[in-house]
T-cell receptor
Framework: AQSVTQLDSQVPVFEEAPVELRCNYSSSVSVYLFWYVQYPNQGLQLLLKYLSGSTLVKGINGFEAEFNKSQTSFHLRKPSVHISDTAEYFCAARYNFNKFYFGSGTKLNVKP | NAGVMQNPRHLVRRRGQEARLRCSPMKGHSHVYWYRQLPEEGLKFMVYLQKENIIDESGMPKERFSAEFPKEGPSILRIQQVVRGDSAAYFC????????????FGQGTRLTVV
């Protein structure tokens, strides 16, 4: 069965430090991958997406993610975080034109 | 171009009442998804609809919950005889038909059952 796993439920990090949020997906011939961010009491906003082509995908707010087919991973990274990046981040996958599968979320807490 | 519109944003119902949550997808979007988010939990898939069709309802509770996406008008998630455990944020998302597109989310409806 298709699934998305986010390995860390919470990630604390100091401001201006780098961060990586981990995501693994179940393998499929056809898969599209996404990262979303959710601020408190808000809906989800798309950060970036991998559809095909280059395995390094750049998104908004300085985030990027790398698609690794052999490891079935799609980790999200940012070289230097800001207080304003404090939010919950969701990895999602869409298989074979079907519904979107979401991970359980990672709460990023950026400390001053 | 308006985004996904959900209303109401907040809904309070007494136990046993009915809750109706509405979702208007983005213009041109024919696919609608409903998700439930409980405090400190992730997004749980409920149902996936196209116009006039339920594609996948594997996440819907067997009783009291139903969803529709009529030819005209918004998608409706209906919860009959609500219980306290139904209190949650309910998010709607929409997308176009192509698989290589993202889902766009509404701001959610926060249901509180008292």
């Amino acid at each position: 069965a298709q699934s998305v796993t986010q390995l860390d439920s919470q990630v604390p990090v100091f401001e201006e430090a780098p961060v990586e949020l981990r995501c693994n997906y179940s393998s499929s011939v056809s898969v599209y991958l996404f990262w979303y961010v959710q601020y408190p009491n808000q809906g989800l906003q798309l950060l970036l997406k991998y559809l095909s082509g280059s395995t390094l995908v750049k998104g908004i707010n300085g985030f990027e993610a790398e698609f690794n087919k052999s490891q079935t991973s799609f980790h999200l990274r940012k070289p230097s975080v800001h207080i304003s990046d404090t939010a919950e981040y969701f990895c999602a996958a869409r298989y074979n034109f079907n519904k979107f599968y979401f991970g359980s979320g990672t709460k990023l807490n950026v400390k001053p | 171009n308006a985004g996904v519109m959900q209303n109401p944003r907040h809904l309070v119902r007494r136990r046993g009442q009915e809750a109706r949550l509405r979702c208007s997808p983005m213009k041109g979007h024919s696919h609608v998804y409903w998700y439930r988010q409980l405090p400190e939990e992730g997004l749980k898939f409920m149902v996936y609809l196209q116009k006039e069709n339920i594609i996948d309802e594997s996440g819907m509770p067997k009783e009291r919950f139903s969803a529709e996406f009529p030819k005209e008008g918004p998608s409706i998630l209906r919860i009959q005889q609500v219980v306290r455990g139904d209190s949650a944020a309910y998010f709607c998302a929409s997308s176009t038909q192509g698989g290589n597109t993202e889902a766009f989310f509404g701001q959610g409806t926060r249901l509180t059952v008292v």
